[in-house]
């Protein structure tokens, strides 16, 4: 039945529906010795629903989930972002035995490229399969799936094994809360039934505030969102 295909909808004027019985989970950013984003923690488990409502104005008290408060805030929900698939918008950097897809207006400052001097003075050097391996783990960490690694010799993307689940980011580091993450290949379909690209990672906003909805654009950075969840 298509109510139990694993799914996000978008709501005209309202929250994500989520079908499928997907997990929902919160998931952290982890930093390093050096203070760099360097992984991921599951740090909360919701139970499982087969059908569930998740906040997307930013405004409810009921966080993650979705209380009607966007009734009252006038919130613009208006869907912005491009229907066209990742490899028709990316931008493509060669370097030796990798290169490095990258599409801009997906970024989630999470940061993980930062490390070890940053992915794009990595690529100089990766001729070193060490680099090539850093470069590589901090492209599947990428939260929004912004940048993608590509094996020259197969020319097929690197990705992370994820499971199909629902991750709400937060980022202890900047003690600000991120994006809504659909991971595993979890569809997602806009207000009108149009679909976008599913994808192994992508972000989707949650504090209501991004230019490029339904994906986070990074704006929760500048605004300092922060979620308090409901016990």
Same mark, same amino acid.
């Not at 919130?75 to 990798?98: M, N, P, V, W």
């Given at each position: 039945?298509?109510?139990?295909?694993?799914?996000?909808?978008?709501?005209?004027?309202?929250?994500?529906?989520?079908?499928?019985?997907?997990?929902?989970?919160?998931?952290?950013?982890?930093?390093?010795?050096?203070?760099?984003?360097?992984?991921?923690?599951?740090?909360?488990?919701?139970? %499982?629903?087969?059908?569930?409502?998740?906040?997307? *104005?930013?405004?409810?008290?009921?966080?993650?989930?979705?209380?009607?408060?966007?009734?009252?805030?006038?919130?613009?929900?208006?869907?912005?972002?491009?229907?066209?698939?990742?490899?028709?918008?990316?931008?493509?950097?060669?370097?030796?035995?990798?290169?490095?897809?990258?599409?801009?207006?997906? *970024?989630?400052?999470?940061?993980?490229?930062?490390?070890?001097?940053?992915?794009? %003075?990595?690529?100089?050097?990766?001729?070193?399969?060490? /680099?090539?391996?850093?470069?590589?783990?901090?492209?599947?960490? *990428?939260?929004?799936?912004?940048?993608?690694?590509?094996?020259?010799?197969?020319?097929?993307?690197?990705?992370?094994?994820?499971?199909?689940? /629902?991750?709400?980011?937060?980022?202890?580091?900047?003690?600000?809360?991120?994006?809504?993450?659909?991971?595993?290949?979890?569809?997602?379909?806009?207000?009108?039934?149009?679909?976008?690209?599913?994808?192994?990672?992508?972000?989707?906003?949650?504090?209501?505030?991004?230019? %490029?909805?339904?994906?986070?654009?990074?704006?929760?950075?500048?605004?300092?969102?922060?979620?308090?969840?409901?016990?």
């Amino acid at each position: 039945m298509l109510r139990d295909k694993a799914r996000v909808t978008v709501n005209m004027n309202g929250p994500y529906t989520v079908y499928g019985n997907l997990p929902l989970n919160v998931k952290e950013i982890i930093r390093n010795s050096a203070g760099e984003a360097s992984g991921w923690s599951v740090i909360r488990r919701y139970p %499982n629903q087969r059908i569930y409502t998740l906040c997307r *104005c930013g405004k409810s008290r009921s966080k993650p989930f979705c209380d009607g408060t966007h009734d009252k805030k006038g919130f613009d929900e208006a869907e912005t972002a491009s229907l066209k698939r990742y490899f028709e918008q990316a931008e493509i950097e060669e370097a030796l035995g990798i290169s490095l897809a990258d599409v801009q207006s997906l *970024c989630a400052a999470s940061r993980f490229c930062h490390g070890a001097g940053g992915i794009w %003075n990595l690529l100089e050097k990766s001729g070193d399969p060490k /680099i090539r391996k850093i470069i590589v783990e901090e492209a599947c960490n *990428c939260a929004s799936g912004r940048l993608v690694a590509i094996d020259k010799q197969s020319q097929k993307p690197i990705e992370p094994l994820l499971e199909k689940a /629902i991750s709400l980011v937060e980022d202890p580091i900047e003690g600000i809360s991120g994006p809504i993450r659909l991971e595993g290949g979890v569809e997602l379909v806009s207000h009108d039934g149009k679909q976008y690209e599913t994808r192994n990672r992508i972000t989707i906003c949650r504090c209501g505030k991004s230019k %490029n909805k339904p994906f986070c654009d990074s704006t929760h950075v500048h605004t300092r969102f922060k979620c308090k969840y409901k016990k």
